[in-house]
C-alpha cells in the first residue's frame, strides 16, 4: 500500500476550473474523512459534477490541489485510481456486449482477473444476476444503472464516488441503492462521496454534507452540525391524526403546528422541548404511534441557497 | 498495456460494424473475380487493341497476379473508407457511448490509452489487408492461375517473369499497411476532437479526398505541395511492379525500377503516422472529458 | 524465320529479261545446303527489345518440319512475337508459289561480303512486295533478309551462324520491325500518379521500331518430330 492509514480519504483544497466563459468552480475546499457518506449537493450547474470529474482527472482544474488517500492526485493518478470506483452520471456500459462481459472487460481494466464466480457474484449484489448474458442493449435505464454500479465496485475499491446513482431507478432500485451505501459504509468500512438531486436519500444516509452553489462551498458539515435545533421538526403519527391535530390546534402547540399532512402531523419547536411535547400529548390523551425528529434537509437545502442560512449563522 | 491491447482488440471484434468492412471487400472483390471470370476476356482484348496490331501476344494474360493487381488498384482507393470506420471512431465512439469517462478514470495514463487504441486499430488494419490480400492475390491465384504478370502502364508495358512476380506482391502488400495505417492514424486523430463517430469519419475521407485531388491533378501550383500530402504517397506499392532494364532493353529479373522512390515514400508515411498519432496524444492529455 | 527461308526456295523460276542477272542458280545452292535439315528442334533465348515494353529475355523453344512447318513456342509463359514474323512466313506459303530472283549488287553485313538478291513475287496478289537478300555467296548463307508486305509493313530478319553453319541454321536471329506508338488512357489504367516527362522526339522513333532476337544453345537434327507439335 502507497498510503498510509490517514483520516482524510479526499483533501480538496482551493479548486477552480474555469473554461472559455465560466468560472464552473471556484476556490473550493472540503474534505472527506475515511467512513464518510458524504452527501455533495447542489442545484443543477452548481458545479457538482465538474468537481467530481476532476477528482477523477477528467478535467484539468485550473488551479488547486487534491490529495487522495494522501497523496497528490497529480503524481499518485495511476496508484490512486486503483483504490476508487465511480459512477458518473448515466453510467454508460457496452451496449454490444453481456452484461458479465462488461463487468469481466472492466475488471481487467482494474487490473483483476475475476472467475465467472466472482463475477456473477457481483452482479447477484445489484440484482442482474438473470441477466448476465443479456446484451447491455436489450436493459432498462436502471438497469443499466445498476450495472454501472457493479462496474463500479468490481475491484473493491476503498472509495466510491457515485454521481446521481439513483437516477433512473424505480422506489425499490433507489431503496436498494441507498441499502447498497449503508452496508458499503458500515459493514465494508468503504468511503463513500454521492452526488444527488434526491436530497431526502442523502439525508437518509449521509454522514457529513456539502453543499456549493455557482461553484462555491455554501456549507460543510456533518447533518447533526449544520441543522438548527431550534428548526427542528418532529413528525408525529398517531392512531387518529385527525382527532389529534384538532387537539393539538386548540392547545399551545398551535403556533408549531405544520400545514396538515395525510399520514403524519409534523410540529416544528426546539429540540430541547421534546420532552415538553410527549408530556403534552400524554395529558392530552393522544395515542401515540411514533414520534420521530426530521431534519428537513429540503428546507435546510433551500435555505442555505437562498441565502437564508449565511444571513443567520 | 498489453492488457490495454487485448481489450481493445476485444472491443473492436466483439462489435458488428466490425466485420462490415470485411464482407465488403468480400462482396466487392468475389464480385470483381465473377466478372474477370466471365468476361475477362472482353477486357483483355479491349487493353490489347492498340497492341495487338504490332505483337502477337500470347499466354495466360487474365491470370491470378494480373487480377489482383486490377484489384489493388480499384480497392486501394476505397480501403480508406473501411479504415476510417474504426479508426475514426476509436475515442469519438467512447465519447458517444458515454464509456470515455469510465475508460479514463481508470489506473492507466492517458498516453497508454491512446497508444492502445493505436495499436489495436493498426492490428485491425492489418488483419484487414490480410484478408484483402488472402481473397484478392492467393484466391485469384487459385481461380484464374499464374503465368507472368503482363502489365500495361499508360506509357509503356511491363512484363513479370512468373517466379519473379509473388515476392513483389509482398513487398506491395507491406507498402500497403503502412498507407493504410497512415489513414488509420489520420482518423485516429481526428477522433479525438468529436464526440460521435460520424463527424471524424466524414472529415477523414474528406481529407483523403480532397488530398487525392490535389496529388493527382496536374496543376503547377499544386506540384508544390505534393510531395508533402500522404495520398501522394498512398500508391507506392505499384513501384513493385515497375522493372529495371539493361542498356540493351533487357529487364532485369528481382530489380524494381525506383526502389528510392518506395524507400522516400514509406518515410513520408512513417513521418505521417508518427506527427498523427503525436498530436493525438498531445491534444487528448489536455482534453477536458466531458462527455 | 527458318521456315521463311526455306520456304522461299522452294519456288518455280520463270524467264526474265536479260537486262537483270538471273541470281537463281545461287539461290538454289542455298537452297540445296537448307535442304539437309528435314526436321530440328532447338532450344534458344527470346528476347523482346521494343521501346515501350520491358521484358525478360525468356526460354524458347523452337520446331521446324519439312516443307514448311514452323513453330516456336515460349517455354511457359506469356510470350510477346511480332505480329506477321511468323504469319508472313505461313501466308508467304499459302499464297505465293513463284518468284523472280534478281541480282542487286553487293553489300557488306555484319562484316562479312554478301551479294544482294531481290526476290520479286510474279503473282501480283501476293502479300510478299519484295524481298531483299543478302547471300553470303562462299558459305552459302543467308546474312540478313528484309521483306516488304502488303498486310504488315517492313521487317527485317538478320541472322548469324557459328557451329551449325554447315546446316544453314542460325546462332542467332534479329527480327527488327515497326511498330505503333504505345499510349492508354489514365482513365482505363487507372493511373492518378504522373510522373512522366514528355517523350523527347529521339525517343518518339524508338518507339516506332521494334527487334526480337533469339539466340539458339542447340539445334536437334533430323532425329524426327511429330506432326502434332505444329498445331
Known amino acids: 500500500m502507497l498510503y498510509m492509514e490517514m483520516q482524510e480519504i479526499i483533501q480538496v483544497k482551493g479548486l477552480t476550473k474555469s473554461f472559455k466563459n465560466l468560472t464552473a468552480v471556484n476556490d473550493l475546499s472540503f474534505s472527506v474523512r475515511e467512513g464518510d457518506v458524504y452527501g455533495f449537493l447542489g442545484q443543477n450547474g452548481a458545479g457538482k459534477s465538474t468537481t467530481i470529474r476532476m477528482l477523477l482527472t477528467l478535467i484539468e482544474p485550473t488551479a488547486g490541489s487534491i490529495d487522495l488517500f494522501g497523496l497528490s492526485l497529480n503524481s499518485y493518478r495511476t496508484e490512486i485510481l486503483r483504490q476508487v470506483g465511480a459512477v458518473i452520471e448515466k453510467p454508460d456500459v457496452y451496449k454490444y456486449l453481456s452484461a458479465i462481459d462488461n463487468l469481466q472487460l472492466f475488471a481487467r481494466l482494474s487490473g483483476l482477473k475475476p472467475t465467472h464466480l466472482q463475477l456473477m457474484q457481483q452482479l447477484e449484489m445489484v440484482g442482474l444476476a438473470s441477466r448476465a448474458k443479456d446484451i447491455v442493449k436489450t436493459f432498462s435505464q436502471g438497469m443499466k444503472q445498476r450495472l454501472g454500479i457493479a462496474v463500479a465496485l468490481i475491484h473493491n475499491p476503498k472509495l466510491i464516488i457515485l454521481d446521481e446513482p439513483t437516477n433512473g431507478l424505480d422506489p425499490q432500485g433507489i431503496a436498494d441503492i441507498r441499502n447498497l451505501i449503508r452496508h458499503l459504509s458500515k459493514d465494508l468500512n468503504k468511503t463513500i462521496l454521492v452526488s444527488s438531486h434526491l436530497l431526502n436519500e442523502i ?42 391535530f384538532n387537539k393539538l390546534v386548540q392547545s399551545n402547540w398551535k403556533q408549531a403546528l405544520q400545514p396538515r399532512r395525510a399520514s403524519t402531523i409534523l410540529i416544528k419547536l426546539h429540540r430541547d422541548h421534546i420532552p415538553n411535547l410527549h408530556r403534552d400529548l400524554v395529558a392530552l390523551d393522544i395515542p401515540v404511534l411514533s414520534l420521530q425528529p426530521r431534519h428537513s434537509l429540503e428546507d435546510f437545502f433551500l435555505q442555505v441557497t437562498s441565502g437564508q442560512y449565511a444571513n443567520t449563522h | 498495456m498489453r492488457t490495454l491491447i487485448n481489450i481493445e482488440l476485444y472491443k473492436i471484434f466483439k462489435r458488428p460494424r466490425t466485420y462490415i468492412a470485411f464482407a465488403a471487400i468480400t462482396a466487392l472483390i468475389v464480385m470483381i473475380q465473377f466478372g474477370l471470370k466471365v468476361d475477362g476476356k472482353t477486357y483483355v482484348d479491349f487493353m490489347l487493341n492498340d497492341l495487338g496490331s504490332t505483337l502477337q501476344i500470347e499466354g495466360n494474360i487474365l491470370n491470378g497476379y494480373l487480377v489482383c493487381y486490377v484489384m489493388l488498384q480499384l480497392l486501394l482507393v476505397h480501403v480508406p473508407l473501411l479504415i476510417a470506420l474504426i479508426a475514426a471512431d476509436m475515442i469519438s465512439g467512447e465519447a458517444n457511448m458515454g464509456t470515455l469517462r469510465v475508460l479514463l478514470s481508470k489506473p492507466y495514463s492517458r498516453t497508454q490509452f491512446m497508444l492502445a487504441k493505436f495499436i489495436a486499430s493498426t492490428i485491425y488494419t492489418l488483419l484487414l489487408l490480410v484478408w484483402l490480400a488472402f481473397l484478392a492475390l492467393f484466391v485469384s491465384m487459385w481461380v484464374f492461375g499464374t503465368d507472368d504478370m503482363f502489365l500495361m502502364k499508360s506509357s509503356y508495358v511491363v512484363l513479370l517473369k512468373e517466379n519473379d512476380v509473388f515476392w513483389r506482391y509482398i513487398g506491395a502488400f507491406g507498402f500497403a499497411a503502412l498507407a493504410m495505417t497512415t489513414v488509420a492514424a489520420l482518423g485516429f486523430f481526428l477522433s479525438v476532437f468529436a464526440e460521435n463517430s460520424i463527424g471524424p469519419i466524414v472529415a477523414t475521407m474528406s481529407v483523403i ?83 | 524465320m527458318r521456315t521463311f527461308i526455306i520456304l522461299l526456295f522452294t519456288f518455280h523460276f520463270s524467264t526474265f529479261t536479260s537486262s537483270a542477272q538471273d541470281m537463281t542458280p545461287l539461290v538454289m545452292k542455298v537452297k540445296a545446303k537448307l535442304d539437309q535439315v528435314n526436321d530440328y528442334e532447338a532450344d534458344g533465348k527470346m528476347k523482346t527489345d521494343v521501346a515501350f515494353i520491358k521484358a525478360p529475355v525468356g526460354k524458347v523453344k523452337i520446331y521446324f518440319k ?67 537478300m543478302y547471300i553470303d555467296e562462299a558459305n552459302l548463307l543467308v546474312r540478313k533478309a528484309v521483306t516488304t508486305t502488303k498486310e504488315n509493313g517492313t521487317y527485317e530478319i538478320e541472322m548469324t551462324y557459328g557451329k551449325f553453319s554447315n546446316f544453314g541454321l542460325p546462332d542467332k536471329v534479329t527480327f527488327s520491325f515497326n511498330t505503333k506508338n504505345y499510349k492508354l488512357p489514365k482513365g482505363l489504367t487507372l493511373e492518378f500518379d504522373d510522373n512522366e516527362k514528355p517523350l523527347t522526339e529521339e525517343q518518339k522513333l524508338k518507339n516506332k521500331k521494334g527487334r526480337v532476337e533469339i539466340v539458339y544453345t542447340n539445334y536437334i537434327i533430323n532425329k524426327g518430330i511429330a506432326d502434332t507439335i505444329f498445331k
Open chain 1, 203 to 244: 439525508e437518509q444516509i449521509a454522514t457529513r454534507v456539502l453543499i456549493i452553489d455557482k461553484g462555491k462551498k455554501l456549507v460543510e458539515g456533518s447533518a447533526a452540525e449544520l441543522f438548527d435545533p431550534a428548526q427542528t421538526l418532529i413528525e408525529l403519527e398517531t392512531l387518529d391524526n385527525e382527532s389529534a
Open chain 2, 209 to 291: 479526398i480532397f488530398f487525392t485531388i490535389l496529388s493527382t491533378m496536374n496543376i503547377p501550383i499544386f506540384n508544390l505541395v505534393k510531395p508533402y500530402l500522404f495520398t501522394t504517397h498512398m500508391i507506392g506499392w505499384k513501384e513493385f511492379f515497375d522493372i529495371q532494364v539493361t542498356d540493351a532493353n533487357e529487364a532485369i529479373v528481382g530489380s524494381i525500377q525506383y526502389p528510392e522512390r518506395i524507400i522516400n515514400s514509406s518515410i513520408v508515411l512513417l513521418i505521417h503516422i508518427i506527427l498523427f498519432v503525436a498530436a493525438a496524444i498531445v491534444v487528448f492529455k489536455k482534453k477536458d472529458v466531458l462527455s
Open chain 3, 66 to 132: 519439312k516443307p514448311n512447318k514452323f513453330r516456336l513456342r515460349k517455354d511457359g509463359g506469356i510470350s510477346l512475337l511480332p505480329k506477321g514474323g511468323v504469319s508472313v512466313n505461313m501466308s508467304s506459303i499459302v499464297t505465293t508459289d513463284e518468284f523472280v530472283a534478281l541480282a542487286a549488287g553487293e553489300a557488306v553485313v555484319a562484316g562479312t561480303k554478301t551479294k544482294v538478291v531481290k526476290m520479286l513475287p510474279v503473282n501480283e496478289n501476293s502479300d510478299v512486295v519484295l524481298t531483299t
